[in-house]
């Protein structure tokens, strides 16, 4: 028989598939305009360029990306505030199939366990789903040491003071609502024990290989400075910044009491 191993998928899976559908249409439309005359030759071959600029382009870019990016292990990269990581209560928060929230489960010592929350609706860009966070844990043998369940960013089900880290991986750009991001950031600190740790890892709306990847959806990120402004302003001290190819990942101390 053969063993069953962990599915993770790519990343905004959804979001490829339509962006790439809707830009091989742009290419049709295109190919199309070629074999006619006078005005619809002119609206089609705008209208498919338009369509592949749009949407082509980001769909293949974000496909490459995955490629690039699905078997690197991004926890290895993360910043570690100390050692203490080993025995921590870790949230991940929007932790998906939990790709690296399990890496990150690994590491963990006696005592030390991974909580994840996501709002886990199939029908979203990354097409999670709880049962299936829940069986890669199982098959990568740490069910034993992790908690996945429903959970939103904004109000996070869980008591004051419980985590040693809180991890936002590509999520808080994400929170579309009125003061998403300082909603979430205001709730990482309620649950964050004096000392604790907050890691973000977001893309730089700036940066060369975001424009490669999405094309025009860039503009759906901020510039990390944003990033570096919003934690100041929500008591947090910044430990450390680093870029990993247009990828921003700030690693931020809760003050002492």
């Not at 339509?18 to 295109?30: P, R, Y």
């Not at 098959?139 to 996070?156: K, N, P, R």
Request: charged share 20%.
């Amino acid at each position: 028989m053969k063993e069953e191993k962990p599915q993770y998928g790519w990343y905004v899976k959804n979001l490829i598939v339509g962006f790439s559908i809707a830009g091989l249409l742009g290419l049709s439309l295109t190919i199309l305009g070629f074999f006619l005359e006078d005005w619809i030759q002119l609206f089609l071959i705008i209208s498919g360029i338009a369509l592949m600029l749009l949407f082509l382009w980001p769909g293949f870019g974000m496909a490459i990306m995955n490629i690039i990016l699905i078997n690197k292990d991004l926890s290895r990269e993360e910043i570690e505030p100390s050692d203490i990581i080993k025995f921590s209560k870790i949230l991940d928060v929007g932790c998906g199939t939990g790709r690296h929230a399990i890496q990150r489960a690994r590491s963990l010592k006696n005592g030390g366990h991974l909580y994840g929350i996501d709002i886990y609706n199939k029908n979203a860009i990354g097409g999670n789903a709880l049962d299936t966070v829940q069986r890669n844990a199982h098959l990568e043998g740490v069910d034993d040491i992790t908690t996945f369940q429903y959970g939103s960013a904004i109000e996070i089900p869980f008591n004051d003071e419980m985590f040693d880290v809180v991890n936002f991986s590509s999520v808080l750009h994400e929170l579309h609502i009125e003061k998403g991001p300082e909603k979430a950031l205001n709730e990482a600190y309620r649950v964050l024990k004096p000392g604790g740790c907050l890691r973000i890892g977001e893309w730089n709306r700036g940066s060369w290989q975001l424009i490669v990847y999405s094309g025009i959806f860039c503009l759906v990120f901020k510039k990390y400075k944003y990033w570096l402004t919003l934690l100041n302003k929500h008591g947090f001290k910044i430990q450390e910044q680093r870029n990993i190819g247009g990828f921003y990942m700030f690693s931020a101390i809760k003050p002492n009491n």
